[in-house]
């Protein structure tokens, strides 16, 4: 069944704009996950990468113009496994991670192509570079590292308003002359479209409710 993938995209459709739906696919299985590929979905979204390696190769193998996308925060020993196994990787969130990427990026003469999290609450739980100090690290990736940043992600605080978190996301990726932004989720994904999001990263509106265990 894939009413739920029909109502996005009815949902997708009336938003207008042009932006991509990365459906966000982490904690289900190939079961719920094989419906949405045959109805025509190609960009899907993870959170964990070693739950996308086991989960994804087989996929690949069968449907191989899928293109995986890593949207949870990546750990310096997994960058290995992240640009052998991703094509765009949302979470490029401190300087670490990104020196570890270009260095693997060089070893494995591949390139997922990369944006940074913003962290625009300045929520210190949370992953992301602070906004003040966004542009100097997003010049620093590109330049010292020599890594082909294309546009910004965020995650707004879930008690905010997230169009002002999508403003200043969209203001700081024209600052920059970046392209992608990659903002929205089930509950504010058309907002996001209208300030702008090239992808719009949706899981629970597509696939249902997980468990609890799950979040």
Known sequence: MTNGYDAVQARLASAGGAARLVAVSKTYEADAILPVIEAGQRLFGENRVQEAMRKWPPLQERFPDLELHLIGPLQSNKAREAVELFDVIHTVDRPKIAE????????QGRAPRLLVQVNT?????????????????????????GLRIEGLMCIPPAED??????????????????????????????????MGATYVRIGSAIFGARATSAQ
């Open 161 to 194: 308003d997230s169009e002002q978190h999508f403003q200043m996301l969209a203001d700081l990726k024209t600052r920059l002359g970046l392209g992608e932004l990659s903002m929205g989720m089930s509950a504010d994904f058309e907002t996001a479209i209208a």
């Open 121 to 145: 609450g300045a929520e210190p739980q949370k992953a992301g570079v602070l906004p003040a100090e966004a542009e100097a690290f997003v010049r620093r990736c590109q330049g010292e590292l």
């Open 100 to 107: 570890v990427l270009a260095a693997e990026m060089a070893r």
